[in-house]
């Protein structure tokens, strides 16, 4: 599982070095037509990976432990939401539109998947419970996060409340994921058997969509339009909102009386958001030109949900540790 966090703290330094690159060589005219409808099919099967990697084993193992994925729901689409509503309000006095979209569109998504499953695991958590809750919320995404932008994000720009954006993520990304899903009994062993190349797609479609939106951003002025302390504006946002979330989750486990295995699953998986589902959903909703500033809240966030959850899965594995050495050195017969 260490080596799982080193390779996303890698990605994290792939994804911005794209972005520096699409600030430096933006593709432009004819490149940049092409590689958005390549970055349509590169979203296309991103969501048919997703789909057949979903085990219905998963699912259904889910509905057993019900109360801790209700409440994993509930912070990802309620509470989250909720507090991105109150956050783009406040940043609205002072950081340009698009930010302020962009902030509120990060509050819609659903969780992570594979760094969920990573931290929980290294926390000594119920790991099985955070692979259905972190599948569950990925699954769920694709239907509420449209639905939660459409009614929220009106005022937004692009098209995320119109017709044509719920048919094109019918399209685009719905579609894909069913038809992945219901294959699963045909590829399931192929993906199996081919975890690093089904991954390098994976990532590579996201970093292909992010290389495309931030050229169509940077012809269209991004940089210009924003002022370097708009950006540190939005970092301590975004740090404010991660620290609110991480003590709402770690405070709710324990008030309604989970265990600490099942407190780290639920802190995991319902106080973190997804880059692999934001950047596809953000290309289907807006327009090119704007989702570059709208997903960069998200990637801000992104890398501060990374640093703050590996410190907290290292304090959980040390507080187990510490409860089984506690054990091992109590007298035979002791209460």
Known sequence: MGRMIRSIDRYSMVLLATVLLASVL????????????????????LFFLHGAKLSREAILAG??????????LGCTFVMFPLL???LSGLAGQFLTPALVSGILFLTLLPSTVQSSIAFTSIAGGNVPAAVCAASISNMAGIFITPVLAAVLMHNAGGSAGSLAAIEAIALQLLLPFIVGHLARPLVGGVIGRNKSVVSLADRGSILLVVYTAFSASMVGGIWTSMPPWQLLAMLVLMAVLLTIVL????????KLGFSTEDEAAIVFCGAKKSLASGVPIAG???APEQVGAIILPLMVFHQLQLLACASLAQRYARRAQLKVEVNENAPIGAD
């Open 284 to 286: 289907v909703l807006f």
């Open 247 to 254: 003590l709402f989750t770690t405070v709710a486990a324990r």
């Open 63 to 72: 509905l057993l432990n019900w109360k801790l994925h209700l409440l994993v």
């Open 26 to 45: 933006p593709c432009r005219g004819a490149v940049a037509d092409a590689l958005s409808v390549t970055s349509k099919v590169a979203i296309a099967l």
């Open 84 to 86: 991105g509503l109150g």
